[in-house]
C-alpha cells in the first residue's frame, strides 16, 4: 500500500524557516515527480512546486518562487520544502503529492499544518 507521510511542520513566526520532509512507501518513488500543495479552510487548493523524478525541473508558484526550494532524494525515497521569510498567508495544511501539479496525482499525504503567527 502507498504512503506518503509529511513531517516537519508546526508553528512559526514570520521570517523563521521551516522543512518540510515527505517520505514515500509502496510505490516506486523514484520515477514520479512529486509536488507540494496547500490549502486554507474555505479556499481552493493551491499549488505550490513541482520536481521532476530526477530532480530537475523545478516549478514553483509565484506566491513561494524566491522563498520556497523543493528538493529530493531518492535515495532516501523523500522529498523536500524548504520555506524561508515565512509569512502569515503561508499558514495552511500542507500536502505531498505525486506526479506534476497539472498532471494526474496518484498519491496523497495525510497532510501536515504550517501555522505561522506572532
Known amino acids: 500500500q502507498a504512503h506518503l507521510v509529511e513531517s516537519g511542520g508546526g508553528l512559526a513566526q514570520p521570517g523563521d524557516s521551516l522543512r518540510l520532509s515527505c517520505v514515500a512507501s509502496g510505490f516506486d518513488f523514484n520515477i514520479y515527480a512529486m509536488s507540494w500543495a496547500r490549502q486554507v479552510p474555505g479556499k481552493e487548493l493551491e499549488w505550490l512546486s513541482s520536481i521532476f523524478s530526477d530532480g530537475t525541473g523545478p516549478w514553483y508558484a509565484d506566491s513561494v518562487k524566491a522563498r520556497f526550494t523543493i528538493s529530493r532524494d531518492n535515495a532516501k525515497k523523500t522529498v523536500y520544502l524548504q520555506m524561508n521569510n515565512l509569512n502569515a498567508d503561508d499558514t495552511a495544511q500542507y500536502f505531498c503529492?505525486?506526479?506534476?501539479?497539472?498532471?494526474?496525482?496518484?498519491?496523497w499525504g495525510q497532510g501536515i499544518q504550517v501555522t505561522v503567527s506572532s
Open positions: 503529492v505525486s506526479g506534476w501539479y497539472f498532471s494526474p496525482h496518484d498519491y
